[in-house]
């Protein structure tokens, strides 16, 4: 059973950081692809970031402009998101997706397993 829980999100000023964290709790795969996603209010889930097992590549967002780093801790099935130089367009819900696989997967449909959601808000 795959049970994603997502946390670290908050309230931060603008240029400030967060690091989100999200751990697979039901340790479902043994090879697994994970991505970040994010929703902003009255948009569609948008993708943020997404890393390839076992954590050496990964790809983004071209509009992060590099503020943000995905990461992966096998040992824990946890992945993070470190974001840096936050703006206020990053304001969103954030989750965490995952997927058997070792490829890198942007896509909102590619992922059939979803956390609950992490709130990230950005104050100026």
């Known amino acids: 059973q795959v049970d994603l829980v997502e946390s670290g999100g908050g309230l931060v000023q603008t240029g400030g950081s967060l690091r989100l964290s999200c751990v697979d709790s039901?340790?479902?795969?043994?090879?697994?692809?994970m991505g970040w996603f994010r929703q902003a209010p009255g948009k569609e889930r948008e993708f943020v970031a997404a890393?390839?097992?076992?954590?050496?590549?990964?790809v983004y967002a071209d509009s992060l402009n590099g503020r943000f780093t995905i990461s992966k801790d096998n040992a824990n099935n946890t992945v993070y998101l470190q974001m840096n130089s936050l703006e206020l367009e990053d304001i969103a819900i954030y989750y965490c997706?995952?997927?058997?696989?070792?490829?890198?997967?942007?896509?909102?449909?590619?992922?059939?397993?979803w956390g609950q959601g992490t709130q990230v808000t950005v104050s100026s």
């Open positions: 039901g340790r479902t795969f043994v090879v697994s692809a």
């Open positions: 890393i390839a097992w076992p954590g050496e590549n990964s």
């Open positions: 997706a995952t997927r058997p696989g070792i490829g890198m997967y942007t896509g909102v449909s590619e992922y059939p397993y």
